[in-house]
């Protein structure tokens, strides 16, 4: 389809007025018994590509970015006959796409796409699915919309202020914070994103940008034309320091709770209210401190389950918060579930499958930078990836996801055999940590592991020599056993007969003291 001008357009009648409501794109899962929309429309565009990509196709990106989002069909003929593309131009067009849509030469300010190869009957096509950004766009420094009958640009400054209200109203992410500087924003953190950038990409092209340039790269100023320079919520959420958080979003708060024995309250709680770099890591963190990571193999390598279900688990809950409402998000951890919830715009109000998922981001500017900073994934594979992990990490349950009037909701059910591997490794952590306390305020690491062995009941020195893995009874044993003995931590259960072949050991009132006084220290 041809570009429409802006001046044709507006000698017929205005079109591209946006939606009252966002459009979200659906995540298409084509098959042979599926069918294409019956034409090109204002959320539909058809290219055929088959000597190259279109001229056109970086005005068709942005238009759906700026307009309302929607889905574009390479290898499609303009009334919508299949032609397909050839796997070469599929891997090659692909490849292509993603690097146009994360260069600002192209696309100002990038947005990365993610296009997917899908199947109609026995063609190949490649779908790329645009959501609507909270940015403001330019190609070539022309700004584009969409209207159903095409792409046009713009000149005119109603229609362009019509627009940049309607983002604005949407995403509070972008909610201009002119008390603030790039004074306000911790340089570490631009240095650790580049670094993060590095490792994802060693010629990432943003990689040489300073402070200014990546915030207008990534699209951390307010959309205005011509462009701004006053900074987003966005921008105070991901490189504020910790007061320029607390006075733009009072309410931002995310609570990781440890609920498996205090249900009511908790046993364990991290509230994070600093920058999203750090309360990424930080709840991974938390994760990793209280979810045990069985062994699996996919494809002869080994992978980490817990890594790969909760950072897609994580950075949903990141993506879709308000970050202005007071509700906090947070991240409970039960005995038999896991649940995380968080405030959020709701859609559908219903429970979503990989069936009928559809990537809407509350904070695209966001979860654009955490894709290049590979904290996130390509928006829409947390319900993907969560649906194919979860049943392998708990064996005979699914997960839910869900919108509910005020937000989102992710319950991620625990099986026996996982909720049984937790408190092993529960146990076992707890029972390192006590023995880590005792080693330190008995100076022996010996001396801390024979009272743990005493724990449950009296033993003789060749019974603890053969669980401390010795082969005999050493003269370091010997020491340190006489050493518990003068402080009083044990004593000898026939005191009468100190050199009895019977002899044994337990901890005294002393010693059991010390050992209950460890684990609520840790």
């Known amino acids: 389809m041809k570009a429409i001008s ?58 759906f970015l700026n307009t309302d989002g929607g889905t574009l069909y390479l ?10 593309l050839d796997p070469e131009q599929i891997e090659r067009y692909a490849k292509d796409i993603a690097s146009i849509s994360n260069n600002p030469q192209k696309i100002d300010p990038p947005y990365l796409l993610f296009p997917q190869a899908e199947s109609i009957g026995d063609k190949r096509i490649l779908v790329v699915q645009v959501p609507l950004s909270s940015q403001l766009h330019r190609h070539k420094g022309e700004i584009y919309l969409r209207s159903d009958e095409g792409d046009y640009r713009v000149k005119g400054t109603h229609q362009l202020a019509g627009l940049l209200n309607r983002k604005l109203g949407i995403f509070t992410e972008q909610t201009p914070m002119p008390q603030f500087s790039l004074k306000d924003l911790r340089p570490d953190l631009f240095e650790r994103s580049r670094t993060l950038m590095r490792r994802r990409n060693q010629n990432h092209p943003w990689l040489d940008l300073d402070m200014d340039a990546l915030l207008r790269t990534a699209g951390l100023y307010t959309p205005a034309d011509p462009p701004s320079s006053t900074l987003t919520l966005a921008a ?38 600093t920058n999203l770099i750090d309360a990424y890591d930080l709840m991974m963190g938390f994760i990793e401190k209280h979810l045990n990571d069985p062994f699996y193999l996919e494809h002869d390598a080994s992978i980490s389950l817990r890594e790969r279900i909760f950072r897609e688990a994580i950075s949903n809950i990141i993506s879709h918060r308000e970050y202005r409402d007071a509700t906090p998000a947070r991240l409970m951890i039960y005995k038999d579930r896991v649940v995380l919830d968080n405030p959020a715009m709701a ?4 429970r979503i499958t990989p069936r009928n998922l559809r990537s809407h981001p509350k904070n695209p500017s966001i979860c654009k930078f955490m894709i290049q900073i590979a904290r996130f994934d390509q928006l829409g594979s947390g319900v993907l990836n969560i649906h194919k992990y979860w049943p392998i990490y708990a064996p005979g349950t699914e997960p839910v996801f869900r919108e509910t009037p005020h937000g989102f909701e992710l319950l991620l059910p625990l099986s026996s055999a996982t909720v049984a591997g937790a408190e092993l490794q529960l146990e076992l952590r707890l029972e390192s940590r006590l023995e880590s306390r005792l080693e330190s305020r008995l100076e022996s690491k010996l001396a801390a592991r024979v009272v743990m062995l005493l724990q449950s009941d009296p ?38 007969k100190p050199n009895s072949r019977l002899q044994k050991y337990r901890l005294t009132e002393k010693g059991r003291a010390m050992v209950e006084k460890g684990p609520a220290q840790v």
């Open 6 to 63: 802006h001046e044709a357009k507006k000698e017929n009648k205005e079109r591209g007025q946006p939606m009252s409501k966002p459009f979200v794109p659906s995540c298409l899962r084509v098959n042979q018994d599926s069918v294409l929309p019956p034409r090109e429309d204002l959320h539909t565009e058809f290219k055929e590509a088959r000597a190259g990509l279109p001229g056109n196709l970086c005005d068709t990106l942005c238009a």
């Open 75 to 84: 290898g499609v003929g303009d009334r919508g006959e299949v032609l397909g």
């Open 236 to 273: 105070i959420l991901l490189f504020g320091t910790d007061v320029a958080i607390r006075q733009a979003a009072p309410a931002y708060t995310f609570d990781c709770l440890l609920r498996r024995r205090d249900v009511e309250r908790y046993d364990d709680r991290l509230m994070i209210d």
């Open 347 to 350: 859609y559908f109000h219903t």
């Open 459 to 496: 033993k003789g020195k060749a019974e603890l020599a053969g669980m401390l893995g010795h082969k005999t009874v050493s003269g370091e044993l010997h020491k340190q056993i006489n050493r518990l003995l003068e402080t009083g931590l044990i004593e000898r259960t026939l005191p009468d």
